[in-house]
C-alpha cells in the first residue's frame, strides 16, 4: 500500500524558483513548469467517453496552476481494458467530449496533451469493451502476459489477467488508427500529443524482444523492432506537426510483463531514442523505475554487470533474479542521448528534487502525478507554502458502488473533484 503522505509536500531548504518561470514548449509559452502526468483514473461511467465529470477535474487543475496537463490514457480503438471505464478517442463523440474538456482547460490559461495509447496484448476478450469492438485481442506476437501480474480484470468473474492474444497481420493499420486519433485529438482542440510507448502497451510490446518474436520487417533486429514506434511518432507528428509531439518511456520494463536483459535495453533504446530525436518532437518523459510496479517471474533473469551504464540492483528484500525489470538510473542513462527534445521526469519526484533536476540541466521538466489527485491547485499551495492534502488511496480508481453496481455520478466525484481548494489570503 503506498503512503497517503505525498512525497511532494515541501521540505524546505531548497530554492523552488526554477518551476515559477516560464517555458517554452515547441509554439506554447507554458506559464510554469508544473506539469501534470497522465493519471488513469477510470470515471468515464457509463462507457468510454470523457464526462462532465472529466472536464471539471481537468478545469480544477487548469485553475489551480497547472501549465501543462497530460489527460489520461485515451484509447485510439475500443478495447477491452484492465480499465473499464477509460476513455477512448476514435469518434466523434470522443471529439465531442475532449473538446469541452480542451476548452475548460484553456479558459484558465493552460495547455493539455492528450496521452493516446494502443494497450496491444494487455486486454481480456471478455471485457465488456473488447467484446464490442468485435476483435480479437492483438499483439506483436501471440504470446500472452504471464499470469500473476499486475495488471487484472477485477471486474470479471476471478479476476483473471490478460487474454492470449493474435499476431497482428498488418502492424501499418495501427499506424493508421493512431493518425486517426491524432487527427481526432487536434479536431477537439487539444494542444499536442503524448505517444504511450512504455508501460508493457503495445509499442513497447513491439520494442521488446522477449514479447516481439516477429521474423518479418517488424521483428527481429532492433532496427525492425523499433520501426513500429518509429512509424507511429512520424504518423501523428504529421497531423500536429513539430513540437507538438511527446513520448511516454519506460526503458526499464516490468509492468506488464516486459522487459529485456542489459545488453538488450541499451541497444534498442539507444537506438529508438537517437532515431525518435531526429523527428521533432517536444519532449520525452522517462518514468523512473519503481519496484511495486515490477513483476516477479518463474525462472531467473540475468541481472549481471548492472553498475555498468548507471544500473544498479534494487531493495536486497526482493528477489532480483526473479523480478521481470531491469532497474537503472533513466535519466542519467537515457538523458544524454537527447539532443533536440526536452527531457522530462515522472514518477514520485518531491518538488525539490525536481527543482534541483531543473536547475542543475539534468531535466527540462517533471511531470507531477499524485500531488496533483490530491491538489488541484498542487502549484499555488507550493508557491504560498500552504501545506498537501493527503492522497485517499481508497478512491483513486473508483467505477463501481460500494453495492457492486455502477456507482453514482456523487461517488464518482469522491476523490475525484472534491478535493478542496487552499484559502491563500
Known amino acids: 500500500m503506498f503512503p497517503t503522505q505525498l512525497e511532494s509536500q515541501p521540505k524546505g531548504g531548497v530554492d523552488l524558483s526554477v518551476l515559477f518561470k516560464p517555458m517554452q514548449l515547441g509554439p506554447l509559452t507554458l506559464r510554469n513548469k508544473f506539469f501534470m502526468a497522465a493519471l488513469t ?30 489527460s489520461e490514457g485515451a484509447l485510439i480503438t475500443q478495447s477491452g481494458s484492465p480499465w473499464p471505464y477509460a476513455p477512448g478517442i476514435w469518434s466523434e463523440e470522443h471529439v465531442r467530449a475532449w473538446k469541452k474538456v480542451a476548452d475548460a482547460v484553456h479558459e484558465e490559461g493552460s495547455y493539455i496533451y492528450a496521452q493516446i495509447i ?18 480479437p485481442v492483438y499483439a506483436p506476437s501471440p504470446i500472452a502476459v504471464r499470469p ?24 501499418r493499420k495501427f499506424i493508421g488508427e493512431f493518425r486517426h486519433a491524432a487527427i481526432n485529438a487536434k479536431k477537439a482542440g487539444l494542444d499536442g500529443i503524448e505517444v504511450h510507448a512504455g508501460g508493457g502497451w503495445l509499442i513497447h510490446q513491439f520494442l521488446d524482444n522477449t514479447v516481439n518474436k516477429r521474423s518479418d520487417e517488424w521483428g527481429g533486429s532492433v532496427e525492425n523492432r523499433a520501426r513500429f514506434g518509429l512509424e507511429v511518432l512520424k504518423a501523428v507528428t504529421s497531423v500536429f506537426g513539430p513540437g507538438r509531439v511527446g513520448i511516454k518511456l519506460t526503458p526499464t520494463g516490468g509492468y506488464n510483463d516486459v522487459g529485456m536483459p542489459v545488453e538488450d535495453t541499451l ?23 519503481e519496484v511495486s510496479f515490477d513483476e516477479t517471474i518463474d525462472g531467473q533473469i540475468s541481472h549481471g554487470h548492472l553498475h555498468l551504464y548507471h544500473f544498479t540492483n534494487v531493495s536486497d528484500s526482493w528477489d532480483v533474479g526473479k523480478l521481470r525489470g531491469t532497474s537503472h538510473d533513466v535519466i ?48 499555488k499551495r507550493i508557491q504560498h507554502g500552504v501545506p498537501l492534502n493527503n492522497l485517499d488511496w481508497m478512491t483513486v480508481y473508483r467505477s463501481a458502488a460500494s453495492d457492486g453496481g455502477v456507482a453514482s455520478k456523487e461517488e464518482l466525484s469522491k476523490g475525484y473533484t472534491d478535493y478542496p481548494f487552499a484559502v491563500i489570503n
Open 267 to 289: 541497444e534498442t533504446f539507444t537506438y529508438f531514442i537517437k532515431e525518435a530525436d531526429k523527428l521533432g518532437l517536444a519532449y520525452m518523459v522517462f518514468q523512473r523505475y
Open 332 to 379: 542519467q542513462t537515457w538523458g544524454p542521448l537527447i539532443k533536440n527534445a526536452k527531457v522530462f521526469g515522472n514518477f514520485n519526484y518531491t518538488v525539490e528534487e525536481a527543482a534541483e533536476n531543473i536547475a542543475s540541466g539534468k531535466l527540462d521538466g517533471v511531470l507531477f502525478g499524485r500531488s496533483f489527485i490530491a491538489n488541484p491547485d498542487f502549484p
Open 118 to 135: 494502443h494497450i496491444g496484448r494487455v486486454a481480456h476478450i471478455d471485457a465488456p469493451e473488447q467484446i464490442a469492438s468485435g476483435e
Open 41 to 70: 483514473r477510470d470515471r468515464n461511467v457509463p462507457g468510454n467517453v470523457p464526462t462532465d465529470l472529466a472536464v471539471e477535474y481537468y478545469r480544477q487543475r487548469a485553475k489551480g496552476g497547472a501549465a501543462l496537463i497530460v
Open 148 to 171: 500473476g501480474g499486475t495488471s487484472r480484470f477485477r471486474f470479471l468473474p476471478g479476476q483473471p489477467g490478460p487474454s492470449m492474444p493474435v499476431e497482428i497481420n498488418n502492424p
